[in-house]
Nanobody, 125 residues
Framework: VQLQASGGGLVQAGNSLKLSCAASGITPNSVTLGWFRQAPGKEREAVACMSLSDGSTFTQYSLADRFSISADNAKNTVYLQAYRLKAEDTAVYYC???????????????????WGQGTQVTVSS
């Protein structure tokens, strides 16, 4: 599995941003793609993930009012739309892939999780 993340950058607080994660080398509709983030000095946390198999999703409860995930199955791509960004959203955002059932397990990563490169999101206040 190869994962290509894009869309990060510098954004002002209160604005929106859309990240993309494109997967290749997979059987279509056979994985869940998800977004995670890691801020300086903090542990990595799940933001949201979406199964390309059945469309099921998981979004971290504390972020659900401002982050949404969607997918384009034809492109094996998921998108993370972030609204009303805050300075505390500043982090490296990582794309990851795991089993089709991943959302049902809260997108907790493990040894079978495949990671893409991160993309930096910086929110200026």
């Amino acid at each position: 599995v190869q994962l290509q993340a894009s869309g990060g950058g510098l954004v002002q607080a209160g604005n929106s941003l859309k990240l993309s994660c494109a997967a290749s080398g997979i059987t279509p509709n056979s994985v869940t793609l998800g977004w995670f983030r890691q801020a300086p000095g903090k542990e990595r946390e799940a933001v949201a993930c979406m199964s390309l198999s059945d469309g099921s999703t998981f979004t971290q409860y504390s972020l659900a009012d401002r982050f949404s995930i969607s997918a384009d199955n034809a492109k094996n791509t998921v998108y993370l739309q972030a609204y009303r960004l805050k300075a505390e959203d500043t982090a490296v955002y990582y794309c990851a892939a795991d089993s089709p059932m991943w959302p049902r397990h809260g997108c907790r990563w493990g040894t079978k999780t495949r990671w893409g490169q991160g993309t930096q999101v910086t929110v200026s206040s």
